[in-house]
C-alpha cells in the first residue's frame, strides 16, 4: 500500500505558476499526475519512470509543466508554469506500475485525494 497526499493546489491568474507536491510512503516503479474537471474523463497529466527518471507529458502540458521527483524526502513535484484557464482542474498524483521501462500504458493502483488548481484569466 501506497500513501499519497498531495498539497500546493490554490488559485492563479493565467501565465503565473503553481507547484504541485505529493509526498508518498514508497516508491513504485512509475509516479503521475492526472487532472480531472467535472463531467470529463481523468487525464494523464505527465508520469515519471522512477528508475530511469524519464518523464513523459500529455500534449497540452509539454514545454509548460516539469515534473520530477526528490527520493530523499520521498516527494513527487509538477512544476506548472504560463498557467491557462483550462489547466483548471482537480489534480491527483498516482502510483503504480511495473518495471517494463516507460510508464506507457502503465496501471496506477494509488491515488492521492487530489488538490484544486484555478486558473482565472
Known amino acids: 500500500q501506497v500513501q499519497l497526499v498531495e498539497s500546493g493546489g490554490g488559485s492563479v491568474q493565467a501565465g503565473g505558476s503553481l507547484r504541485l507536491s505529493c509526498r508518498y510512503s514508497d516508491s513504485r516503479a512509475c509516479f503521475g499526475w492526472f487532472r480531472q474537471i467535472p463531467g470529463k474523463e481523468r487525464e494523464k497529466v505527465a508520469a515519471i519512470y522512477t528508475i530511469t527518471h524519464d518523464p513523459m507529458y500529455a500534449e497540452s502540458v509539454k514545454g509548460r509543466f516539469t515534473i520530477s521527483e526528490d527520493n530523499d524526502k520521498n516527494i513527487l513535484y509538477l512544476q506548472m508554469k504560463s498557467l491557462k484557464p483550462e489547466d483548471t482542474a482537480v489534480y491527483f498524483c498516482?502510483?503504480?506500475?511495473?518495471?517494463?521501462?516507460?510508464?506507457?500504458?502503465?496501471?496506477?493502483?494509488?491515488w492521492g485525494q487530489g488538490t484544486q488548481v484555478t486558473v482565472s484569466s
Open positions: 498516482a502510483a503504480g506500475g511495473v518495471d517494463s521501462g516507460t510508464c506507457e500504458g502503465q496501471y496506477f493502483a494509488y
